[in-house]
Antibody
Framework: EVQLVESGGGLVQPGGSLRLSCVASRFTFSTYWMTWVRQAPGKGLEWVANIKEDGSEEYYVDSVKGRFTIARDNAKNSLYLQMSSLRAEDTAVYYC?????????WGQGTMVTVSS | SSELTQDPAVSVALGQTVRITCQGD??????ASWYQQKPGQAPLLVIY???NRPSGIPDRFSGSTSGNTASLTIAGAQAEDEADYYCNSRGRSGNHLVFGGGTKLTVL
């Protein structure tokens, strides 16, 4: 079964940093655009960022631009989201998903809580 | 505010047909995709492109677009279809993606 597994979430103070990881299995990771989507508690889905198959293009929602960096390591079938200068409004479940415009395979999500 | 607008809640009687809509300027150019999300679960893609269903999605789910409004139609709604439904599409810039605010579907 194709799978994405996120990790790296947790409690972090405002202004702090966190690195999320997403490991893919049972599909050819290197042939997919990859995306991060987040969902604040009790709220809707929000697209965060995506990255091209070879890592040569990346795009971000305005609210995280300059603070978050998406990256991938195709040799390790892994996707990352480096988050810095975290704010309370970044509190959410973060999902990784395959695809650029439509998101087919999703992970189970990892919770990030920004609080003092 | 989201570039894609959805009704917050819709209800349907068991076995009846329901349409969930998503409105936005970008939909006159780009197709919407639709996701089903049940409590405590990750979203599930149900419709993408013009009207495509991923493997395993029942054929009672269909998609369409008219002008700047995309629609997800569930023909013969089942109890297990009760969930939140989100649309997404490309934003005004083309390279950015946006989601609608979501529609909570209740099957009566």
């Amino acid at each position: 079964e194709v799978q994405l597994v996120e990790s790296g979430g947790g409690l972090v103070q405002p202004g702090g940093s966190l690195r999320l990881s997403c490991v893919a299995s049972r599909f050819t990771f290197s042939t997919y655009w990859m995306t991060w989507v987040r969902q604040a508690p009790g709220k809707g889905l929000e697209w965060v960022a995506n990255i091209k198959e070879d890592g040569s293009e990346e795009y971000y929602v305005d609210s995280v631009k300059g603070r978050f960096t998406i990256a991938r390591d195709n040799a390790k079938n892994s996707l990352y989201l480096q988050m810095s200068s975290l704010r309370a409004e970044d509190t959410a479940v973060y999902y990784c998903a395959t695809g650029r415009y439509a998101f087919d395979i999703w992970g189970q999500g990892t919770m990030v809580t920004v609080s003092s | 505010s989201s570039e894609l607008t959805q009704d917050p809640a819709v209800s349907v009687a068991l076995g009846q047909t329901v349409r969930i809509t998503c409105q936005g300027d970008s939909l006159s150019t780009y197709y919407a995709s639709w996701y089903q999300q049940k409590p405590g679960q990750a979203p599930l893609l149900v419709i993408y492109g013009k009207n495509n269903r991923p493997s395993g999605i029942p054929d009672r789910f269909s998609g369409s677009t008219s002008g700047n409004t995309a629609s997800l139609t569930i023909a013969g709604a089942q109890a297990e279809d009760e969930a939140d439904y989100y649309c997404n599409s490309r934003g005004r810039s083309g390279n950015h993606l946006v989601f609608g605010g979501g529609t909570k579907l209740t099957v009566l």
